[in-house]
């Protein structure tokens, strides 16, 4: 047994990356929510941009501090994007307590690196086959739901994006290993899978016999069958990926597959596109029309960056035009910041913080008045409700989310009522909207 202290920072995808190391290990493992009580403190970081990196050093800097007066050390090990961007060289001259750094751009070895160290400190611990291949996740987000990361870096060059140079080109994993892998989640009792990727359209492009195009369609064709699977989400895909055969296949699909398209599209005026390394992305209306030809009601969200070097007050208008004509269910406004290492923070053309700053808050309210709009309307509905977790501060409330709402961020529905239990799905009565959640109570069906 291993005593384990983790924390995933950043996106789902580093959540997984946790998740499949503890399980691999060789040896069962322990959470523990007091660094005192852990063999290994286990920091997951992220590097995609500034603050990111900013709050993955402080929060080593804050483990090293807690465990540096222990009677007992444990042994810290630190992983993920902050060390694919910064490389083992440079943050050990700067944080030698750091006992171990386990880049990502060599994933595969994690197990067997974080074993050995652990077990020159933990009796019973080590001689595992170094891999994920055949581990079994361990779970932290509860019974409801779980994320299937299915592919790893990334084809594409945008501009703005360190996301290549950290995790590297793209590289799918193979269906089978997904299928056992979602298999293993059901058998947890996980009821919603969602599949994440950098650009889940992407997958499969690069695996053996392919025909160097993604085509999730084989993948899909494992999943969607599982026994114990009652939603499947798609999580970011990219806008060229969204063809009319994979739309087709999926308005066929039906139930578990729920019709929530979370499509980064990034801006909406070519000129700012183009400068961002998205032509596949020039007009986006075409991917928002093509979506709601196959699915009419479609939950839709994106992201957006304001402030990109160049764009000017025609190209905020046009993009402020669009979010108001498109009507997304759920939209995430970033004001641009220039990463070091990218070709748009050597561009002409930056934009004043305050301006950034002024069109991002702008454009929130734009969506927030459309948000309430999109909530309100299932006033009076009845919706199945995914039980997440009970309230922090109300008994007999709890969290959890129709099939429009996303995980971790998107609005939440707080239902109370019959049945209501971590990892349930009942069929709750929509009694109130607020901007960007929902109320629902539970009742029996008459």
């Not at 090990?77 to 307590?97: H, I, K, M, T």
Request: aromatic fraction near 6%.
């Amino acid at each position: 047994m291993i005593s384990v202290y983790s924390v995933s920072l950043g996106c789902p995808k580093n959540r997984v990356d946790t998740e499949r190391l503890l399980g691999a290990l060789g040896a069962p493992v322990r959470p523990v929510a007091d660094m005192a009580e852990a063999d290994v403190v286990l920091v997951n970081t992220c590097g995609f941009i500034l603050p990111a990196v900013e709050e993955s050093v402080r929060t080593v800097v804050e483990a090293v501090d807690e465990i540096s007066g222990l009677a007992r050390r444990p042994l810290l090990a630190v992983a993920g994007c902050l060390v694919g961007r910064y490389g083992e060289r440079d943050l050990a001259a700067e944080l030698p307590e750091v006992d171990l750094w386990l880049p990502n751009q060599s994933m595969e070895t994690w197990p067997d690196l974080l074993a050995r160290a652990a077990g020159a400190r933990v009796a019973g611990v080590g001689g595992i086959a170094p891999g994920y291949a055949g581990g079994t996740r361990l779970l932290s987000t509860g019974p409801s739901y779980a994320w299937l990361k299915i592919s790893d870096g990334c084809r594409h060059n945008c501009s703005f994006c360190t996301i290549p140079s950290i995790r590297g080109a793209h590289r799918s994993t193979p269906a089978a290993e997904l299928e056992r892998e979602a298999r293993q989640l059901l058998d947890m009792g996980v009821r919603e899978l969602i599949l994440v990727a950098q650009d889940v359209t992407a997958w499969g492009e690069d695996l053996e016999s392919a025909s160097g195009k993604g085509d999730l369609r084989p993948l899909l064709d494992r999943l969607l069958p599982l026994p114990g699977l009652d939603r499947l989400r798609l999580m970011y895909l990219y806008p060229a990926g969204l063809n009319d055969d994979l739309l087709a296949y999926l308005a066929t699909a039906g139930a578990p597959f729920v019709p929530y398209f979370d499509v980064p599209l990034q801006h909406a005026h070519p000129d700012v596109l183009g400068r961002m390394g998205r032509p596949f992305a020039r007009n986006p209306r075409v991917v928002v029309d093509r979506i709601r030809k196959h699915f009419p009601d479609a939950a839709l969200r994106t992201s957006i960056i304001v402030g990109f070097p160049g764009e000017t007050e025609e190209h905020y208008a046009a993009l402020t035009d669009f979010v108001a004509e498109t009507r997304f269910h759920h939209l995430g406004v970033f004001a641009y910041r220039a990463e070091e290492g990218t070709p748009a923070a050597a561009m002409p053309g930056q934009v004043d913080d305050k301006v950034k700053e002024w069109r991002r808050d702008a454009l929130m309210e734009v969506q927030a008045e459309i948000s309430e709009e999109i909530m309100e309307s299932y006033v009076g509905q009845r919706l199945p409700v995914l039980v997440d977790a009970p309230h922090d501060e109300w008994p007999g409330l709890h969290t959890g989310r129709t099939w429009f709402q996303a995980p971790e961020i998107d609005g939440v529905t707080y239902v109370s009522g019959a049945g209501v239990v971590p990892g349930a799905l009942v069929e709750a009565d929509i009694v109130e909207a607020r901007t960007y959640d929902l109320v629902a109570l539970a009742e029996p069906e008459e």
